[in-house]
């Protein structure tokens, strides 16, 4: 059974930068879809960044793109979000994703899940970006 657990969150005044980490079990990170995502209160989720692990990053919302990084250590079993000139309204809680899906292994599918829904998550980590 694949596990998610996300860290590295907390409080960081406008323009400075956090790097988040997603740790995993259960083999989670070859040949794998994985996501990040986030969520502010009263606002829907949206989709951070889309990976497919051996692969490059298919996706980064408009929102994030150029400020935020996705990287992968294979020997770690983790995934981190590299966040940097963090915005005020880039607070919100963050949750990476995980789906290993025949279906979507390959070239670009993995975005489809942003719509079809990843099958494992972590609990989250919060961040809060203040002015």
């Known amino acids: 059974q694949v596990r998610l657990a996300e860290s590295g969150g907390g409080s960081v005044q406008a323009g400075g930068s956090l790097r988040l980490s997603c740790a995993g079990s259960?083999?989670?990170?070859?040949?794998?879809?994985m996501g990040w995502f986030r969520q502010a209160p009263g606002k829907e989720r949206e989709a951070v960044g889309i990976i497919l692990t051996g692969g490059s990053t298919s996706y980064y919302a408009d929102s994030v793109k150029g400020r935020f990084t996705i990287t992968q250590d294979n020997a770690k079993n983790t995934l981190y979000l590299h966040m940097n000139d963090l915005k005020p309204e880039d607070t919100a809680m963050y949750y990476c994703?995980?789906?290993?899906?025949?279906?979507?292994?390959?070239?670009?599918?993995?975005?489809?899940?942003?719509?079809?829904?990843?099958?494992?998550w972590g609990q989250g980590t919060q961040v809060t970006v203040s002015s």
């Open positions: 994703a995980a789906d290993k899906r025949a279906r979507y292994l390959y070239d670009d599918r993995c975005n489809a899940l942003i719509a079809a829904g990843f099958t494992y």
């Open positions: 259960g083999y989670v990170f070859r040949n794998t879809c």
